[in-house]
Nanobody, 118 residues
Framework: AELVESGGGLVQPGGSLRLSCVGS????????MKWYRQAPGKERELIAS????????NYADFVKGRFTISRDNSKNTVYLQMSSLKPEDTAVYYC????????????WGQGTQVTVSS
């Protein structure tokens, strides 16, 4: 099983980026998907999640109103649309897939770097 993120890069403050994460080797539609990020010297933190069962999403307070998580099960892909980016959003962004049927069955992507700087 594999998760591959893409879409990271350098963006100016106030700009936008869309991250993608493609899953393979598992039944994507049965997995709850999450985006995390980790800045240098900091712990990995949960940004957003989207349930497999009903597509319900949830966000950390610090991204509410700026980031949107979505999924396309036909493409085995989860997205993170990021807008109004701030320098403090600079981090490596990771996607995570966890089975809705087995809590111990989960996968991580390799991460994609997002840098917000002028």
């Amino acid at each position: 099983a594999e998760l591959v993120e893409s879409g990271g890069g350098l963006v100016q403050p106030g700009g936008s980026l869309r991250l993608s994460c493609v899953g393979s080797g598992f039944t994507f539609s049965s997995y709850d998907m999450k985006w995390y990020r980790q800045a240098p010297g900091k712990e990995r933190e949960l940004i957003a999640s989207i349930r497999s069962r009903d597509g319900a999403s949830n966000y950390a307070d610090f991204v509410k109103g700026r980031f949107t998580i979505s999924r396309d099960n036909s493409k085995n892909t989860v997205y993170l649309q990021m807008s109004s980016l701030k320098p403090e959003d600079t981090a490596v962004y990771y996607c995570n897939a966890r089975s809705r049927w087995s809590y111990n069955q989960f996968y991580w992507g390799q991460g994609t770097q997002v840098t917000v700087s002028s």
